[in-house]
């Protein structure tokens, strides 16, 4: 039910007061007495705003790089950042105009405000409730909010207010037209929905009866098109004048920017419809994913020109793919997990940003061209919980949960091939960034004070493997639960592997009798793809096999045992038997991931011969060492063993070598330790060259012998 509607004037605003306009002709006792009662007024005013977090655009903008991280075409161009002093401001809509001059933004503090490309404050309201829906304009013209006390404003460019009207419930979607002469919104009330369309004025054009929304747009001929969450099924239905035109099942939907286009997926396959004024959408073509990750996330440039498509876990080859409007794939590429996407209107700029990529706060920025080629990549010290990009493509407006908004410059392609030039001519062809990144960490022999390692199974780059590493964490009793929790945060920054768990998913760790009970949260349930049903599975049962008190593992969803998750064939009924590293022997080959390099232990199969053993590491590093080593004779004694080589061996150890040789220097040396001192009974390696005892040079620091326990991969 709509309440009856009021026109509201804000107070004028100048240099951040309030200005009241007082005759000159009253008297001057009167004046006084008008002076008294303002007085108390603004005093009583901003006694009762005192909970809204000041903020600030004037001071020095601080650079949002991580210190030390590189970005890969160098960095995106602050132009300025607006602070709301608060460290947990949640930002709940953030717009930008078409060119990129307006920036709108509501947040937790009750407040919409909007700012320019250089984050001055332009003007700022209060709201009454949480202001969790905004929308603008392409032009900046116009301002919609929707709050969750039912409240709608109607803002013009400056501000103004130019009408205000209430509805009974929660304001959950709210869209407007391109010329902002019409206004759509889905209101909540009591377990039902209602969707409202209203003019410019608020004056309401009809409304209708549905299920709760997962998506709403307007159409170039004013049609509008909604998902619509059943019972069962989600459901698709394009309106005009307030009657059903159209319906079809569907799980996502996506609109290009002037309506004319929207795709549609169905868990099996895209299906791409054009629109037209006076008729039924028509289907142009349909096709399978032909992946067996699930689509989470769509968009559709305008006039349906590129279909973006988007899996959020990133394990894997791809996970993000471009189609153009014939429904040709056009390419893919891995982009971070659990990505926010935003793209410019024409498709040629696509922005990415994720914090669930790394077991630390970092959020990972990433803007690509519409060939998939990487503009910028660079990270950020901050949870970045909402991007908006421009519709000309170069504006990118962040918002973190710290209470920053940042706003950047993206690269345009003449500027960018003159970085590139200029970085060709200072650093030849040489790779950049290796002096930042740390390629390897030598296995240890000692535990840090008072901190224990628990060994964590991630993702390599592709999703083929579980690579360990050992996390230092502080000693507690509950550390079963502390693993887990670790395993769920993800592997560092930069280490190029992968979570195998998305970000900030409570499991639940209960032990009995020696027995783990593992109770996994309902939208674990929702996963798709065997690799990663049996990366979640397999990280979690070998992460709980290196305690000596777990007996068996047993799965549950919110707490009860299930057969199988997400219907994809993945047996959890049963209960896992623990698969420790120490029951059985292994070696421990070479492995690359990314730009980093670990040792990836495997079951040995029986191996015994010493010249056997190296031949294994031999063949594993040789893809990537600069020449590949020739033992000429192994002797193996009581307590040493000795290798001696041929003089192609110094080759990887030059003088004054880079980062990288140094790394795979110990990268080689550390398999070879392990794999001989685990399955040979000496502990100790001597290295000789062509006959006689061999020294690394100086700037080398190499393991020759070995102690339990051992740590590797340590972070």
């Not at 003007?123 to 709608?152: H, M, N, Q, Y």
């Not at 396959?269 to 004024?277: A, K, S, T, V």
């Not at 623990?578 to 029986?606: A, M, T, V, W």
């Amino acid at each position: 039910m709509i309440r009856q509607r009021k026109l509201v004037t804000p107070f004028k605003r100048q240099a951040g007061k309030t200005i009241f306009h007082i005759s000159r002709k009253l008297s001057f006792t009167k004046r006084l007495i008008m002076f008294l009662i303002t007085f108390l007024f603004v005093f009583s005013t901003l006694s009762s705003c005192s909970q809204t977090p000041p903020h600030s655009s004037l001071e020095e903008p601080i650079e949002p790089l991580v210190t030390g991280q590189e970005p890969l075409q160098g960095e995106l161009s602050l132009r300025g950042r607006f602070s709301v002093l608060n460290p947990e401001m949640k930002v709940f809509a953030l717009s930008v105009s078409h060119n990129g001059e307006e920036i709108l933004f509501s947040s937790e503090a009750r407040t919409i405000s909007k700012l320019d490309d250089e984050a001055n404050l332009l003007w700022e309201i209060a709201s009454e409730g949480l202001p969790v829906c905004a929308a603008l304009t392409e032009d900046g013209r116009f301002t919609a909010v929707g709050t969750d006390e039912g409240k709608i404003y109607f803002l013009r460019e400056d501000g103004y207010i130019l009408w205000q009207t209430s509805f009974d419930g929660e304001i959950e979607h709210l869209v407007l037209n391109k010329n902002g002469d019409k206004l759509a919104l889905s209101v909540s009330e009591e377990k039902k929905s209602t969707l409202y369309c209203l003019d410019k004025w608020g004056a309401l054009l009809w409304q209708m009866e549905t299920d709760p929304l997962q998506a709403l747009s307007f159409t170039s001929g004013e049609e509008i098109c909604y998902l619509e969450k059943g019972e069962s099924d989600s459901i698709f239905k394009v309106i005009r004048e307030g009657d059903l035109l159209w319906e079809k099942e569907a799980q996502l939907a996506a609109f290009s920017a002037e309506g004319g286009y929207f795709v549609l997926y169905n868990g099996i396959e895209l299906q791409y419809y054009r629109l037209g004024p006076d008729e039924e959408p028509s289907c142009l073509w349909s096709c399978r994913t032909g992946s067996e990750k699930e689509i989470n996330w769509l968009g559709l440039t305008e006039k349906g020109r590129y279909l973006l498509a988007y899996n959020t876990f990133a394990a894997g080859n791809n996970n993000f793919w471009v189609y153009n409007h014939d429904g040709l794939l056009l390419w893919g590429r891995r982009i971070p997990s659990g990505a926010l996407l935003d793209f410019s209107s024409s498709g040629e700029r696509i922005v990415a940003s994720s914090w669930q990529e790394y077991s630390e706060d970092f959020s990972k920025i990433v803007v690509m061209d519409n060939y998939g080629n990487t503009l910028r990549e660079m990270e950020m010290a901050s949870r970045i919980e909402k991007n908006a990009l421009s519709g000309d493509g170069n504006i990118l407006a962040l918002a973190g949960s710290d209470g920053n908004l940042f706003i950047l410059e993206t690269p345009d392609a003449e500027s960018l091939a003159g970085e590139n030039r200029n970085l060709e001519e200072k650093n030849g062809k040489s790779e950049n960034g290796e002096q930042a990144k740390i390629l390897y960490r030598p296995v240890t022999f000692e535990r840090p004070e008072g901190e224990s390692y628990i060994n964590l199974f991630f993702f390599d780059e592709e999703a083929r493997n579980l690579i360990p590493v050992n996390r230092s964490v502080k000693a507690a009793p509950q550390l079963l639960q502390t693993a887990v929790n670790e395993l769920v945060k993800g592997p560092r920054s930069s280490s190029g592997l992968s979570r195998t768990i998305s970000k900030d998913i409570n499991i639940e760790v209960e032990v009995k009798e020696g027995l783990v009970y593992l109770d996994l949260p309902a939208e674990l349930n929702r996963l798709s793809g065997s690799t990663q049903i049996l990366g979640l599975v397999d990280s979690l049962v070998l992460t709980l096999s290196q305690f000596s008190s777990v007996d068996g593992i047993q799965f549950l969803l919110e707490g009860e045992k299930v057969s199988f998750l997400s219907g994809e064939g993945v047996a959890v009924d049963k209960v896992f038997s623990p698969c420790r590293l120490g029951d059985k022997p292994h070696i421990y080959l070479p492995y690359r991931s990314g730009d980093c390099y670990y040792l990836f232990p495997q079951e040995n199969s029986g191996l015994k011969d010493p010249v056997g053993l190296v031949n294994a590491v031999i063949r594993e590093s040789s893809a990537f060492l600069p020449v590949k080593p020739r033992l000429r004779e192994i002797k193996v004694y009581e307590k040493e063993i000795i290798l001696d080589w041929e003089a192609s061996f110094t080759e990887l150890f030059p003088p004054g070598g880079s980062p990288k040789e140094k790394a795979l220097a110990e990268l080689f040396t550390d398999a070879l330790l392990l794999t001989l001192g685990e399955n040979l009974p000496p502990d100790r390696l001597i290295f000789q060259v062509e006959g006689k005892l061999w020294t690394p040079p100086e700037d080398y620091t190499l393991s020759s012998e070995i102690s339990r326990p051992f740590f590797i991969n340590p972070e």
